[in-house]
């Protein structure tokens, strides 16, 4: 694990309940724009894992308030939640998810699954992170498995990375390492694993391209050795 991403866990795990009181300030703010993003979010998710078959297994990467993994068990998905901090771990099994805690850096996959969610997490990411993440996530998949991430995109940004923290109501009292990156970086890191990129768009922000959406694919060894 980075020294960065090892610093940010520490920062939620001391603040997640303002992290997450935060989360509801800011939808409140405009509730009919949250709730168009959240259902943009949800049409999104039900496209991405349309294709798998009926109760498939799915794991999320960094679950946070837990509602997305609600939104996947909703589906009819049998899936795990997880996160570091205890406070999001809580808040996930309060919604009555199968919750473990789980750092995706450091802990391994203990069983294969058909998907893998991973939203708004590789933000805190180094490039080195990234790449072992992706790995170990193509590692855990079943043949045919489908690896869902988004990250916030460089081209919106004038740095590379920084400590911030923000002002309003994504203030939580503490900078947490963030890190951005470009289309070509994070096509040259999923170049390195066996990955396909299945989908791919940007969205979000005033030009709508804040942030980089990936939709990767397991291919089985015999398809790569075909082509």
């Excluded at 078959?53 to 946070?64: L, M, N, V």
């Excluded at 072992?132 to 991430?149: C, H, N, P, S």
């Excluded at 988004?150 to 740095?159: H, L, M, Q, S, T």
């Excluded at 002002?167 to 289309?183: I, M, Q, V």
Aim: charged share 30%.
């Amino acid at each position: 694990m980075s020294k960065e991403n090892k610093k940010t866990l520490e920062v939620y795990q001391k603040l997640a309940n303002v992290y997450l009181s935060n989360n509801l300030k800011h939808d409140e703010l405009d509730p009919v724009k949250a709730e168009k993003k959240l259902q943009k979010l949800h049409e999104f998710i039900k496209l991405s894992f349309s294709s798998l078959p009926k109760h498939a297994k799915i794991f999320e990467i960094g679950s946070g308030d837990g509602l997305n993994a609600k939104f996947i068990e909703n589906l009819g998905f049998k899936v795990t939640a997880s996160d570091t901090a205890y406070s999001f771990i809580k808040t996930t099994k309060n919604h009555g998810l199968n919750t473990i805690n789980f750092n995706a850096l450091e802990d391994e996959f203990l069983e294969k699954y058909y998907a893998v969610f991973c939203w708004r997490v590789f933000v805190h990411f180094t490039k080195e992170d990234a790449l072992k993440v992706i790995q170990k996530v193509y590692d855990a998949l079943e043949d045919d498995g489908i690896f869902v991430f988004n990250a916030i995109n460089r081209e919106f940004k004038d740095v590379d990375s920084e400590w911030i923290d923000f002002d309003g109501e994504y203030h939580l009292g503490a900078e947490r390492y963030y890190n951005y990156f470009s289309k070509e970086e994070l096509d040259n890191i999923i170049s390195l694993t066996n990955f396909k990129i299945a989908e791919f768009h940007k969205e979000g922000g005033n030009t709508y391209n804040k942030w980089l959406v990936y939709v990767l694919k397991n291919q089985p060894f015999w398809v790569q050795f075909i082509y």
